[in-house]
């Protein structure tokens, strides 16, 4: 009877959730959104060194980096694998405003956005979105 009584006061073990992968491949597909952001935006400036036009992404590939970073933030929130703190909501409304900021400063933005849809429309509405489904998702387990 002692015994059972001492195992009933045991906290049982955490198990490790057998579909979680490791490393680089923990959260894809923000890692594939960032090898993107990257490597467009060393070819834009590797055209651009090479004298050739800047093209839109030049403004689509920082705003995939940022957005992509902004939503890995989130989501790490939202799954528990990081505190919901100050700093992390500041970097993540910043990284936002930032990509707003981009778009706003470009010149005939509606004739951009017919003409070279992909980063001055498709990359920020993708990232935004991402992001405010994610937030909100932290947000409701934040409450919970």
Do not use: N
């Amino acid at each position: 009877m002692l015994y059972q009584l001492k195992a009933a006061r045991l906290e049982p073990l955490q198990s490790v959730q057998p579909g979680r992968r490791l490393g680089l491949f923990t959260h894809l597909g923000s890692s594939v959104a960032l090898v993107l952001g990257f490597f467009g935006l060393i070819g834009e400036l590797g055209s651009l060194s090479k004298g050739a036009d800047a093209s839109g992404m030049l403004v689509g590939a920082p705003i995939m980096i940022l957005g992509a970073l902004a939503y890995r933030s989130a989501k790490k929130r939202a799954l528990g694998e990081a505190a919901s703190t100050l700093p992390r909501w500041l970097f993540e409304g910043t990284a936002m405003m930032v990509i707003v900021c981009l778009l706003a400063g470009q010149p005939h933005l509606k004739t951009l956005m017919t003409t070279d849809p992909a980063p001055y429309f498709i990359i920020p509405l993708w990232a935004v979105t991402a992001w405010l489904i994610a937030a909100a998702q932290a947000f409701t387990r934040r409450r919970d």
